[in-house]
């Protein structure tokens, strides 16, 4: 590759800026709010007509029978293809196009993809809406350059991945379309900053936690038992032990942020007693002791840590209550399950990328592992292809958060890599 191709793909790039930010709040503007699933066949169709157009073969695929889809909210996808001349080898930009609730505190239109100052504002612009647009804007500069390339360009938008991409990538690996032998590379342009390639991600599991108890008049609730101090108990033996155990433990892997670098848990609910009754319920609560009390866990870990210890641990915690506590009954349930994941720093997709940031921002990349998972998950466990990494503009603090934003030059930097890439893996076809 001529540093000449080098700065006509830059400039293909560049004189897209325009439309890269159009693309961005187009995406933006369609809120495809997850939970409960809202607009994913608007966007793919929105992304249908705008890849028809530049060339792409496209496949629109509704993940029937995956959890959460339904008549109502189902789940799609599209993937989009652009072959060669030739034969050689498949590179695949995945990006998800569900984001999550928009949450209180903002002072800009959640979906309005406001430019102000050099940035584009909006839920999902930085996760991911600003990645994938990145993405199309740098195959279409790349394709437009060079139009003889071999193999294939792809490019996926993808139901999800917020809530475990069950109805997304999971989906798709198992029908075969993150095949080893169909494709070859994979870029995930999640926000991890443009100088930064992400190898993958820790571990993690979702488990219930119950306590039981008896039900009783809450005027005699000593002819009850309260499963709420149960869980109560639960919650300070977690405080006393287990969190401390979790923060002894550091990992190797280049976790960021630095907080990271330890096994973490989080509670992610709690229910206990009668349910919440719906809004405008104007009457009072029965008195009743409750008879059961849940919380949800989010256990992190490492990939020196080994699942069946993880959960271990929490048994063990458990059982300490158990042995203190009369008449103390819990019930663990698992949720969700998947093992760290981390591609090698040799890894073909890796070295390519880490030269094409070299020649775009003149500095060697820093390699990070994500502090959560994402849909490298299902590439790796299901389809069984490893090369693959995150590589994306944004940066991961802002995802999730009010007011969250996409850098415009952040943007086209990393279309810029993502070009350069491109045009390394499929070289012309000549």
């Given at each position: 590759?001529?540093?000449?191709?080098?700065?006509?793909?830059?400039?293909?790039?560049?004189?897209?800026?325009?439309?890269?930010?159009?693309?961005?709040?187009?995406?933006?503007?369609?809120?495809?709010?997850?939970?409960?699933?809202?607009?994913?066949?608007?966007?793919?169709?929105?992304l249908?007509?705008?890849?028809?157009?530049?060339?792409?073969?496209?496949?629109?695929?509704?993940?029937?029978?995956?959890p959460?889809?339904?008549?109502?909210?189902?789940?799609?996808?599209?993937?989009?293809?652009?072959?060669?001349?030739?034969?050689?080898?498949?590179?695949?930009f995945?990006?998800?196009?569900?984001?999550?609730?928009?949450?209180?505190?903002?002072?800009?239109?959640?979906?309005g993809?406001?430019?102000?100052?050099?940035?584009?504002?909006?839920?999902?612009?930085?996760?991911?809406?600003?990645?994938?647009?990145?993405?199309?804007i740098?195959?279409?500069?790349?394709?437009?350059?060079?139009?003889?390339?071999?193999?294939?360009?792809?490019?996926?938008?993808?139901?999800?991945?917020?809530?475990?991409?069950?109805?997304?990538?999971?989906?798709?690996?198992?029908?075969?379309w993150?095949?080893?032998?169909?494709?070859?590379?994979?870029?995930?342009?999640?926000?991890?900053?443009?100088?930064?390639?992400?190898?993958?991600?820790?571990?993690?599991?979702w488990?219930?936690?119950?306590?039981?108890?008896?039900?009783?008049?809450?005027?005699?609730?000593?002819?009850?038992?309260?499963?709420?101090?149960?869980?109560?108990?639960?919650?300070?033996?977690m405080?006393?032990?287990?969190?401390?155990?979790?923060?002894?433990?550091?990992?190797?892997?280049?976790?960021?942020?630095?907080?990271?670098?330890?096994?973490?848990?989080?509670?992610?609910?709690?229910?206990?007693?009668?349910?919440?009754?719906?809004?405008?319920?104007?009457?009072?609560?029965?008195?009743?002791?409750?008879?059961?009390?849940?919380?949800?866990?989010?256990?992190?870990?490492?990939?020196?840590?080994?699942?069946?210890?993880?959960?271990?641990?929490?048994?063990?915690?458990?059982?300490?209550?158990?042995?203190?506590?009369?008449?103390?009954?819990?019930?663990?349930?698992?949720?969700?399950?998947?093992?760290p994941?981390?591609?090698?720093?040799?890894?073909?997709?890796?070295?390519?990328?880490?030269?094409?940031?070299?020649?775009?921002?003149?500095?060697?990349?820093?390699?990070?592992?994500?502090?959560?998972?994402?849909?490298?998950?299902?590439?790796?466990?299901?389809g069984?292809?490893?090369?693959?990494?995150?590589?994306?503009?944004?940066?991961?603090?802002?995802?999730?958060?009010?007011?969250?934003?996409?850098?415009?030059?952040?943007?086209?930097?990393s279309?810029?890599?993502?070009?350069?890439?491109?045009?390394?893996?499929?070289?012309?076809?000549?």
């Amino acid at each position: 590759m001529t540093h000449e191709l080098d700065t006509r793909l830059a400039a293909a790039v560049e004189s897209r800026r325009e439309a890269l930010v159009a693309l961005t709040q187009d995406l933006i503007r369609i809120p495809t709010l997850n939970p409960p699933g809202r607009n994913y066949r608007e966007i793919c169709d929105y992304l249908d007509g705008r890849l028809s157009a530049a060339g792409f073969m496209v496949d629109l695929i509704r993940a029937e029978g995956a959890p959460a889809d339904s008549d109502r909210f189902p789940r799609w996808n599209i993937i989009a293809r652009r072959a060669g001349r030739g034969g050689g080898d498949t590179v695949h930009f995945n990006s998800h196009h569900d984001v999550v609730e928009v949450g209180n505190g903002w002072t800009v239109d959640p979906f309005g993809g406001e430019v102000r100052d050099g940035r584009v504002y909006g839920r999902g612009a930085c996760d991911m809406k600003g990645g994938l647009a990145a993405s199309i804007i740098a195959a279409e500069a790349f394709i437009s350059t060079c139009p003889d390339f071999g193999g294939a360009v792809e490019i996926s938008a993808t139901a999800d991945e917020e809530s475990g991409g069950f109805g997304g990538v999971a989906y798709l690996a198992e029908q075969g379309w993150f095949d080893p032998v169909r494709v070859q590379h994979v870029i995930i342009p999640e926000p991890l900053d443009k100088d930064r390639i992400c190898l993958g991600h820790r571990g993690v599991w979702w488990a219930e936690i119950e306590t039981r108890g008896r039900i009783a008049h809450g005027s005699m609730p000593f002819l009850g038992d309260c499963a709420v101090r149960h869980m109560g108990a639960v919650l300070a033996e977690m405080e006393e032990s287990l969190f401390p155990l979790l923060a002894s433990k550091r990992t190797e892997m280049p976790v960021v942020p630095d907080g990271a670098k330890q096994s973490t848990l989080n509670i992610n609910a709690i229910h206990g007693g009668e349910p919440v009754q719906e809004e405008g319920y104007t009457g009072l609560p029965a008195p009743c002791v409750p008879d059961r009390c849940r919380i949800t866990i989010d256990r992190r870990f490492l990939i020196e840590e080994d699942i069946t210890e993880v959960k271990a641990e929490v048994t063990a915690m458990l059982e300490k209550v158990k042995a203190q506590r009369p008449d103390f009954e819990y019930e663990v349930r698992d949720l969700f399950e998947v093992q760290p994941t981390m591609t090698p720093e040799g890894a073909p997709i890796v070295r390519t990328v880490a030269h094409a940031i070299q020649k775009v921002l003149d500095r060697a990349p820093d390699y990070v592992v994500s502090p959560g998972t994402y849909d490298q998950k299902h590439i790796d466990r299901i389809g069984k292809l490893k090369n693959c990494i995150a590589y994306g503009p944004g940066i991961l603090n802002l995802a999730h958060q009010p007011d969250e934003w996409v850098g415009i030059q952040d943007m086209v930097d990393s279309a810029k890599v993502m070009a350069l890439t491109l045009s390394e893996l499929l070289p012309s076809g000549d």
